[in-house]
Structures are given as structure tokens and as C-alpha cells.
């Protein structure tokens, strides 16, 4: 039986430590927790199983009230949304974004499943007295043709009638691959559906958890699941039949010891250790912020040989650009700092970014027209939709470089980040506040309204 979950802060220390010596040696093997004798901490942002326990890790800008079941189902929600994105392919090379692919197989069966209920085999059955399409082949094979000249203003046929056609009907019926994709199905429900925050029908406890697990012992190990699959997968046509059959196969080949790894102490999970890049996106999402890198002027050499030296191109990561006459467009840039003041330590990378991108928007744009934030996660009980935090600005001798704009330090309430984020929209409320914490305006009177 699955227990109920727990919950914890990643980059946060524990001091008791609620885990096996096999579970920590297990969850360490997988890089995603770090324990000494006294403490542990987790290093990811998501979702893991692990000896049938559930353990939801929710980003650092969370706070301990807030650690319940609902926020680690809502972080999960957000992972999926991310790691169905393009942005996440870009970036699947990553090590650190940990999704066991049994994820992946659960919902791909349980999209079948909630369609069309128990997946059954189909098998043809030769009928004789249907309305179904004829089979010619096999209409020939079993009937002795008789032969009919015919003739019609005057002009000769001839006709030939077979007594009995044949049609094929197909039929679905249970059988050993049916059986395979519910004892699965039930596995996977059971473990995984918790996680993904899913009331599962096919979710199995007690003895008949008991009965799933020792199945599922059988399936994997019987290698004429093999060949059927791979002949019913043939014979399938491509869509959703299909893809069952290819998942189901995946599991035999790639994933059998996995799939009986939920019976023991193998981790599965479904997390990142690399939650900056969710934090990114959930921002651009929020804000309406694009990738243009076409906006920005790029860096060429002029060189004065035949050789041909490679300088690489400035990649923005986001711009407000404008559709208000009020406003001026703003560069930003999504940090997935902690938020308290006297712990950020901001790159000097991070900041002279920044500082070039603004120099070389105005490619594009009169330097009034052109704004500059960091985005940081704030608390997420704080009262603001957006704080300023401060400015950075370029100095010599105490005194402001007058060319170069400042770079403001704004932090987001999380929960209207993550709430934009799932709806895939932006929150209009949120851009207002970040347009006026930066303060740039095209239109004086916004300006002043805004202050008022």
C-alpha cells in the first residue's frame, strides 16, 4: 500500500533523516539527495517513488506552511507542462532533468485507457452471411465459380458469381497482450497515478496489489510476449492501438527491470535538479516575453586575414516587447536566486549580460524605449505581485555611468507566475506591475499616473 506523502523544501536542510541505508544510498545514486550523518538535502525540484512511499520536493521559494500534498501535485502539473515544451527538449541533454520514461508510458496507456476502456486484441473472423466489405482473396478460395454470359443491346458479358462471399470481420477479445496492458496499467496507476495527482480506477491495493505485483513478475520474464507484440504491432495501423503496442513492447525491452524496480526500492523519478529553466519559461509565459534574438545587434569580427575567425551570437533570454503606446518594451531575464536580500549573490556574468543586451537593443530601439529587469521568485506569501528590490547600475568613483541604463531587481509572487504558467497565458495584472517597478514609460502622463 502506498503511504502518504511527504514533503520537502529542495536546498533546505533536514536533520532527521526519515530514510532506509538502501533508500539513501539509492536516491544519492541518482544525484538527487546529499546526506552526511547528521542531515540530507534534496537537490530537485519534483516527484519521486521510492519503497512505495511518495515524496513530493518543491522549490526552494516555498515556504514550510505551504508544504502539502496540493502544492507538490501543482509542481508536478508545472513539470509536465515544461517538459512537454520545446523549450525542455532544448535543453533534454541535461542529465538533470530526471523523468523516468515509466512516466511517460503511464500516460500514453492511460490515454488509451480513458478513450476506449481495456485494451483488446483484435482477431479476424470469416463470416459468410455479412454486409462487411468482401475478401475477395479468400471469397475465390473457398467457392467454385459459376460463369454467366449475359447480353444487353446487343452486347456480350460475361458474369461470375460466387454462391457464398466471404467477408472478415474483426473481433476483439481478451487475451495474453489484453491481459499485459491491464496488470501494467494497474502497476503504474497504482505508483505513479498518486503522483501526477490522478484518482485511478485501475489503481490496486491490498491483496490485489499483491496479485499486480506477483503478475507483473510473470509478464516480464515471459519472452513470448515478444514476438506477439512485435506482430501485432506490425499489423497495427499507426494511432493509438499502436502506440500502446509500442509502449508495452518498450517495457519488455528497456524498462522490465524498472517496471519490478516499483516493487522494491529503485527511485522513480519525475523532477529536475535544473528548476531555473522552469522558472524561465513560467516568467516569459507570465509576461508575454518572446526569445528575439533578431532584436538584439550582433558581435562580428572584421578581420584583417584570410582566416575565418567565429565570433557566437547573443541570445536573449526574453523581451517585453511593447504592444501598449504607454510603455516601453523591457529585456528580462528569469533568476532562480533565493529572494532574501542579504543572501543573493548576484554574478557579475548575470549583470554585464544585461548591460550588453541593453546596449545592443538599441539596434532596435531608442534607449527610452528600452528597459532592464532581473526576475526573481519571492515568497510566496508576500502581498505584492511584484517588489522591487533595488537597481544595479554601472559606477566609476561612486558616481552612476550616465550611457547605461540601470538593471532593476524585481521579485514575483510565485503564485501568479505558476498560476499564468498553467493556464499558458499571461497575467496582465503581473506585466502592469513589472512595467511600472521598471519605471520606463513612452507616454510621461502613464508615468505619472502610475506613481499617483
Known amino acids: 500500500m502506498i503511504s502518504a506523502p511527504e514533503i520537502f523544501i529542495e536546498a533546505k536542510r533536514y536533520e532527521s533523516i526519515p530514510f532506509s541505508d538502501d533508500e539513501i544510498n539509492q536516491l544519492a545514486r541518482a544525484r538527487i539527495l546529499d546526506c552526511s550523518a547528521d542531515d540530507f538535502v534534496f537537490r530537485i525540484v ?13 522549490p526552494k521559494f516555498e515556504s514550510s506552511e505551504n508544504c502539502n500534498v496540493e502544492a507538490g501535485q501543482r509542481y508536478v502539473k508545472v513539470l509536465d507542462r515544461y517538459f512537454r515544451s520545446s523549450s ?8 538533470n532533468n530526471l523523468r523516468s520514461s515509466l512516466f511517460s508510458t503511464f500516460q500514453e496507456l492511460n490515454s488509451y485507457y480513458t478513450q476506449y476502456g481495456i485494451y483488446k486484441e483484435l482477431f479476424d473472423v470469416d463470416a459468410t452471411a455479412s454486409r462487411q466489405k468482401v475478401n475477395w482473396a479468400k471469397t475465390i478460395k473457398k467457392n467454385k465459380s459459376i ?11 460475361t458474369s461470375v458469381i460466387y454462391s457464398t462471399p466471404v467477408s472478415v470481420i474483426s473481433s476483439e477479445v481478451d487475451g495474453d ?9 494497474s502497476l503504474l496507476a497504482t505508483h505513479l497515478a498518486p503522483v501526477l495527482s490522478i484518482n485511478h480506477p485501475m489503481a490496486s491495493t491490498g491483496g490485489a496489489l499483491v496479485k499486480v505485483h506477483a503478475e507483473i513478475e510473470r509478464v516480464v520474464s515471459r519472452a513470448n510476449y515478444y514476438s506477439r507484440l512485435l506482430t501485432q504491432r506490425g499489423e497495427a495501423a499507426s494511432g493509438p492501438r499502436k502506440r500502446v503496442l509500442t509502449a508495452l513492447f518498450d517495457i519488455l525491452r528497456n524498462d522490465g527491470s524498472m517496471l519490478k524496480g516499483l516493487l522494491g526500492s529503485r527511485p522513480l523519478i519525475f523532477g529536475t535538479a535544473d528548476f531555473e529553466y522552469v522558472w524561465e519559461e513560467a516568467c516569459l509565459t507570465a509576461l508575454g516575453a518572446e526569445r528575439n534574438s533578431k532584436l538584439l545587434a550582433q558581435p562580428r569580427m572584421q578581420t584583417t586575414t584570410n582566416i575565418d575567425v567565429f565570433v557566437s551570437s547573443q541570445r536573449v533570454d526574453g523581451i517585453i516587447v511593447s504592444d501598449n503606446p504607454d510603455y516601453a518594451s523591457i529585456i528580462v531575464d528569469a533568476k532562480y536566486y533565493v529572494s532574501r536580500a542579504d543572501q543573493i549573490r548576484f554574478s557579475s556574468v548575470d549583470i554585464m549580460k544585461q548591460f550588453g543586451y541593453a546596449l545592443s537593443a538599441r539596434s532596435s530601439f531608442e534607449r527610452d524605449e528600452i528597459g532592464n529587469a532581473l526576475l526573481l521568485p519571492g515568497e510566496v506569501n508576500q502581498v505584492e505581485i511584484c517588489r522591487s528590490l533595488g537597481e544595479v547600475r554601472l559606477e566609476m568613483d561612486g558616481a552612476a555611468l550616465q550611457d547605461v541604463d540601470d538593471v532593476h531587481v524585481l521579485l514575483l509572487n510565485p503564485t501568479n507566475v505558476v498560476d499564468a504558467y498553467l493556464k499558458g497565458s499571461r497575467d496582465l495584472n503581473l506585466l502592469t506591475a513589472v512595467r511600472d517597478a521598471v519605471g520606463k514609460y513612452k507616454n510621461p502622463a502613464a508615468g505619472d499616473l502610475a506613481a499617483a
Do not use: K
Request: hydrophobic share 50%; charged share 10%; glycine share 8%.
Open 177 to 185: 497482450i489484453a491481459h499485459m496492458f491491464e496488470v501494467v496499467l
Open 88 to 95: 525542455a527538449r532544448s535543453n533534454f541533454s541535461s542529465p
Open 46 to 58: 519534483g516527484a519521486i517513488t521510492i519503497s512505495r512511499r511518495v515524496i513530493y520536493v518543491l
Open 147 to 157: 460463369v454467366s454470359d449475359l447480353s444487353a443491346y446487343g452486347h456480350g458479358f
